[in-house]
């Protein structure tokens, strides 16, 4: 609805440029250039202005993202080796 509302008042504006110099028609032109940067800056700055209050307050780059995960240590490197002799081993012998 924003793009449509600007190409109207710019469209406006293109007939204006044309038209006879009066007063009427300078205060239509003042009043359509109002309305688009109106549209123009409120549509954008509130964005720019809500991202860079985001940022300021959140001290982070990306204030949207999801906030860093530490990592999970790792396991423990303790290693235990049990042997049994079974029935059919005999310890000490090599064959």
Do not use: H, K, S
């Not at 406006?12 to 038209?19: K, R, V």
């Not at 688009?36 to 809500?50: D, R």
């Amino acid at each position: 609805m924003l793009y449509a509302v600007l190409i109207w008042a710019c469209y406006q504006l293109f007939i204006l440029i044309n038209a006879p110099d009066t007063r009427v028609n300078e205060t239509i032109a003042w009043g359509w250039q109002l309305i688009i940067m109106v549209l123009v800056f409120g549509y954008t700055g509130f964005a720019t202005m809500q991202d860079v209050v985001a940022i300021y307050t959140t001290r982070a780059a990306r204030p949207y993202a999801d906030p860093p995960v530490e990592p999970t240590p790792g396991p423990d490197q303790t290693i235990t080796v049990q042997t049994v002799a079974g029935p059919q081993q005999q310890q000490g012998t090599v064959e």
